[in-house]
């Protein structure tokens, strides 16, 4: 058979702003928030009923990685990001045809302006093109014998404080904004979106945009025990 040619139904407006920092996996960070935004053509007709739904599955395309090519062999972060496997093992972003598919909390339905559904837990990027959204059905899609050896327990989470200044910030940016701020870095802070070939450097800095926001951190040793920490240096507008 011959090429597929897809157009995307909408959009995503997500809080990740850019691909580091963007959660691994969907449903690892609850707070973190988005929108896809249905293009002209969708009306209210097209979710009737989606309502009833508390989750549904996003089919999108990995539109910043589509450039950069795939290999059959990739090195997972859950296998500590030194060790290869096939890629169709994987969710690598980087795939013979880069499409993505995740399963998010559906918040509301929105038909004020274009049609929105809002959603959460979600590992989108801003901007992402949607192909296909469809309910969650969890008496055929929750499978309780299902296993997976290279990801057989959820991933370890790291200790994450704030500094002073990053509580600070914080606490004048919450008041404009519809998430809860400290829970959303918390969150994904903790899944350490390091790349696995760095080595702990305590004078190295992190920043992303997140929101509207800049967020800075950085990564340190810290009591017997507890091992690697994160501080929270700043939150800037």
């Known amino acids: 058979m011959g090429n597929f040619n897809f157009s995307p139904i909408g959009f995503v407006e997500s809080c990740f702003k850019q691909k580091f920092a963007i959660p691994r996996q969907p449903g690892l960070a609850p707070h973190a928030r988005a929108i896809i935004r249905l293009k002209d053509g969708f009306n209210l007709d097209a979710v009737d009923g989606l309502e009833l739904s ?45 499409i993505g598919l995740s399963v998010v909390r559906l918040e509301k339905l929105d038909y004020s302006d274009a049609v929105c559904l809002y959603i959460s837990g ?45 509580l600070g910030h914080i606490e004048l940016l919450q ?22 070939y760095h080595k702990l450097d305590e004078k190295r800095t992190y920043g992303v945009k997140l929101l509207d926001f800049e967020l800075k951190w950085r990564y340190f040793k810290s009591l017997p025990g507890v091992g690697v920490q994160v501080e929270v240096l700043a939150l800037n507008s």
């Not at 539109?63 to 090195?75: K, L």
């Not at 055929?140 to 990801?151: F, G, I, K, P, Y």
């Not at 057989?152 to 990053?166: C, G, H, Y």
């Open 54 to 98: 508390s989750h549904i599955w996003v089919q999108f395309v990995f539109h910043e990685t589509m450039e950069e090519g795939w290999s059959p062999r990739v090195r997972p972060p859950r296998l500590g990001g030194n060790k290869k496997t096939g890629v169709f093992a994987t969710r690598s972003t980087h795939r013979p045809n880069p």
């Open 175 to 196: 008041p404009g904004c519809d998430v809860d701020l400290r829970a959303l870095i918390q969150e994904i802070l903790a899944q350490d979106p390091r790349p696995a």
């Open 122 to 166: 979600v590992d989108l990027l801003d901007g992402t093109p949607v192909l296909d959204i469809k309910p969650y059905v969890p008496y055929v899609d929750s499978v309780e014998t299902a296993t997976n050896m290279l990801a057989s327990s959820t991933p370890e989470v790291l200790p994450v404080q704030f500094s002073d200044k990053a």
